[in-house]
């Protein structure tokens, strides 16, 4: 008899892969053996993308299956990757369970799915195999997916996920309000995306039944209404790699973390740290107006510039941008965020507000400026300025681009107003004691382990 064996299946993008390595790695501690599931195609990132220091470790085994789609197809068209997993993942999923069950002395224990990969659970289920959610997002998007079919039957969007007007409407009395224009299908692109993505979820919140348990990256504090909402989502956050004294693994990009030594010569609480996750894009116009509202800062600024972040190819910077900055800009590709975010010198986040960014500034009492970009990003917005005011949000002009001058003016209101930080390093202290031997969430994680090892 070996160790216990759990099967992890993250949805394929950054914001879950990361999350997804971070549980492994505390199942790893506790002595469990992690089979990790990737798409091959996020499998390949990965692989390429390793530095030295992504030590995943022998307890980790990375595997892959196919996506359903091709090579060269878009994996940032939500709606043909919902179409491609549901297609194809299920059968390669199951193929792969009996293959690791009919060789290996370790057997497959528990399953553990992505909130959004709902169907893995009923592989498991159709196995007899024990199995349970890992959310890597907000609570509150737990309680929006149980909330779908009610948004029909109440006329708020139509079969299709189509907003039937535009209207506010709130999950619970405290918890920020969310735009039907900005469900997180709504903005996924097209009428067809929008579609695709809306059937996937509301197949999802079905499938998501079937789990023995439930738990996700945040804590009771942060969201008390959701966890009421949902009584059966237990919290286990915030799991960042940073709380072992580890780095994170599982990048899509290298990280270059020569921008930490860069931080090293800063002054103290300084440098605003400018990072958008994996997904955001911008075009030429909003591209160069960020550019613009970081020089008229005119302050230390680190900005994550993904290879892909703009469609304005190679001369996206405004011309002679790089050298006026210079003394007192870093542009890199990828960051070793989590570490930027631990660093005294960095003194506020421009971010786009996806949730991991959200509990890395948290867990480091750094002050938000939200630039959402989709998704659940808007209404984790709303925490961050409205519920915890730890941040401010970003205005667009009336053609919908956020102008330099605003940046300006928002970034100076945050660092003028020490309310700001303080209030930040107030929920820092919280959000820590939840992780720590005893806290709410270090407990449900124990009793989770438990459940696994029973
Ligand atoms: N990240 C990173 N380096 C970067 C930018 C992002 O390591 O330069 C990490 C970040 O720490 C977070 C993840 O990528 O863990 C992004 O997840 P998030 O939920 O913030 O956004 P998404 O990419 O899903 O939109």
């Avoid at 996920?161 to 735009?179: A, D, E, R, V």
């Avoid at 237990?234 to 990048?251: D, E, K, Y």
């Avoid at 005011?389 to 102008?403: F, Q, T």
């Avoid at 820092?428 to 806290?439: C, D, P, S």
Wanted: contains cysteine; hydrophobic residues 40%; proline residues 5%.
């Amino acid at each position: 008899m070996g160790s216990l064996h759990v099967l992890v299946m993250p949805f394929p993008a950054q914001g879950h892969v990361i999350p997804f390595m971070e549980l492994s790695q505390n199942l790893v501690k506790h002595g469990f053996k992690v089979t990790f599931v990737n798409t091959d195609f996020s499998q390949e990132r990965i692989v390429k993308s390793f530095t030295g220091k992504d030590n995943v470790g022998d307890q980790i085994r990375l595997v892959s299956i196919p996506d359903g789609l091709e090579a060269w197809e878009d994996r940032n068209d939500m709606g043909k990757s919902c179409e491609g997993i549901v297609r194809v993942m299920p059968k390669k999923l199951e193929e792969l369970m009996q293959e690791i069950n009919g060789r290996d002395d370790n057997k497959i224990t528990c399953v553990i799915a992505d909130g959004n990969m709902g169907w893995a659970l009923e592989v498991a289920e159709k196995m007899g195999i024990k199995r349970a959610v890992f959310l890597p997002a907000a609570a509150a998007m737990m309680v929006l997916a149980y909330r779908m079919q009610k948004l029909i039957d109440d006329g708020i969007v139509d079969n299709d996920g189509t907003p039937i007007k535009n209207q506010n409407f709130q999950l619970s009395p405290n918890m920020p309000p969310i735009n039907t224009a900005n469900l997180p299908w709504a903005c996924m692109g097209d009428s067809t995306a929008q579609r695709l993505v809306f059937k996937y979820l509301l197949r999802n919140s079905i499938s998501i039944t079937v789990a023995d348990w439930l738990i996700c990256n945040s804590t009771y504090d942060l969201e008390p209404e959701a966890f009421t909402l949902a009584q059966t989502l237990l919290p286990v956050g915030p799991l960042l790699a940073s709380n072992r004294q580890a780095n994170t693994a599982g990048h899509f990009w290298s990280e270059d973390s020569t921008c930490l030594e860069w931080l090293d010569q800063q002054p103290a609480c300084s440098v605003i740290y400018v990072a958008f996750g994996s997904f955001t894009v911008f075009d030429k116009a909003q591209f160069r107006e960020l550019t613009l509202g970081l020089e008229l800062c005119n302050r230390p600024f680190l900005w994550v510039v993904r290879p892909d972040i703009t469609t304005g190819a190679n001369d996206a910077y405004p011309e002679g941008f790089q050298e006026r900055v210079s003394t007192r800009g870093l542009m890199v590709g990828w960051a070793p965020q989590q570490k930027v975010l631990s660093h005294p010198s960095v003194a506020c986040f421009l971010s786009h507000c996806g949730w991991n960014s959200v509990l890395e500034g948290v867990s480091n009492g750094v002050p938000f400026l939200c630039w959402p970009y989709f998704a659940d990003q808007i209404f984790n917005q709303g925490y961050i300025c409205d519920v915890w005011r730890v941040g401010l949000g970003l205005n667009p002009d009336e053609r919908g681009v956020i102008l330099g001058e605003e940046i300006k003016n928002k970034v100076d209101e945050l660092l003028i107003d020490e309310k700001f930080k303080a209030r930040a390093m107030e929920l820092k202290e919280m959000t820590a004691l939840n992780v720590k031997e005893g806290g709410k969430s270090h407990n449900n994680l124990k009793n989770f382990i438990e459940w696994i090892k029973s």
